[in-house]
């Protein structure tokens, strides 16, 4: 794959690069569910520091390590470790990648509409029928995800 082709601090655009956004809502789901698992893994490890306190606790820890991880990575290279695996990032809407702040606003956005059956609805079938696959968090911060380049 070639280098990102930016013009003008731009996204590529999805008829003249579609490369970049080729089976990102498919590949978005395999990480979701990596994502998960490795989330399910911080949550078994934590539980016996907290000399198993947490097992009364469980669901706001899942939610609290879930987030935490998701902010951090996603701030630390612009992809989960779910998302690096599928070889897909994020890009704000300048092309760029996410700064603690957005990836902060990103997961808190998301965190809120997995919280709801409607807006969790809305979100994949604006995955799946946008032309650049964004979800809803995805559309309201103009953020994308998109195939990694070889050179990234």
Do not use: C
């Amino acid at each position: 794959m070639r280098a990102m082709p930016y013009t003008n601090d731009r996204l590529p655009d999805p008829e003249l690069h579609a490369e970049f956004y080729a089976d990102v809502p498919m590949k978005r789901a395999i990480a979701w569910i990596v994502d998960g698992v490795l989330i399910a893994i911080l949550t078994i490890v934590a539980i016996p520091f907290t000399a198993f306190t947490a097992l009364f606790f469980l669901p706001l820890l899942w939610l609290v390590l879930g987030f935490l991880y998701r902010v951090m990575t996603l701030a630390g290279g612009s992809a989960t470790w779910g998302m690096r695996l599928m070889a897909i990032s994020f890009r704000t809407h300048n092309g760029g990648p996410m700064t603690l702040p957005e990836a902060f606003l990103h997961t808190l956005i998301y965190s809120l509409s997995m919280s709801f059956v409607v807006p969790q609805l809305i979100s994949i079938g604006t995955m799946l029928f946008t032309e650049r696959g964004q979800s809803l968090g995805d559309l309201f911060l103009g953020t994308v995800a998109i195939n990694r380049s070889a050179r990234a």
